[in-house]
């Protein structure tokens, strides 16, 4: 009992964290998605010149300035398709009611938060508990095959100017902790 109200209290605060920033940078609302959001069909999320979109195809799209980098693989698959940050910590892209793909990330009921950074990777934070693998920051020891990939919960990933070139704006340091229930 009492590590499921730690874990609570460490979800609802790295919930939290992640709000404060992304509501402190310009244009916060078009990077993420809550639990309980969706996108439907030509919609998108943007952050300095990366977009995910959600193609009237079907597919969800990650771009680079205009180049995919990233694909759901699901084009064709319905009609009228939407993304939707479950309240369990699932991204699923429905068609119509049905699942035309999943990243199986069901972590039961919470508060889970779609991220689209600067550095080109979609991330689910509620922990860590799925990302593209697309990042450009290359972090030590990470190998990116732009492969789907699960995150390490408790792994703190943090980017500063120093050690990325020519990438203005992520002098900013961000730090996430969690710990493993």
Request: net charge neutral; proline share 2%; charged share 15%.
């Amino acid at each position: 009992m009492a590590a499921a109200k730690s874990s609570f209290r460490l979800s609802l605060l790295l919930l939290l964290a992640v709000s404060l920033v992304l509501l402190s940078s310009p244009g916060a609302a078009d990077e993420f998605l809550l639990s309980g959001q969706s996108l439907a069909p030509g919609q998108s999320l943007t952050n300095c010149g990366i977009t995910l979109s959600m193609q009237t195809d079907c597919n969800l799209v990650l771009y680079d300035n205009g180049n995919a980098v990233w694909s759901s693989g699901t084009s064709g698959r319905g009609s009228n398709c939407r993304l939707s940050m479950q309240t369990d910590g699932n991204l699923v892209i429905y068609s119509d009611s049905n699942a035309a793909w999943a990243s199986n990330t069901d972590r039961g009921n919470g508060n889970y938060v779609l991220v689209l950074q600067r550095d080109r990777n979609v991330v689910i934070y509620g922990s860590s508990i799925w990302a593209t693998g697309t990042s450009r920051v290359a972090v030590a020891g990470a190998r990116n095959a732009g492969k789907d990939h699960e995150a390490s919960a408790g792994a703190v990933v943090v980017a500063n100017a120093e050690s990325i070139e020519g990438e203005p704006g992520l002098g900013r340091k961000i730090n996430m902790m969690t710990n493993k229930a």
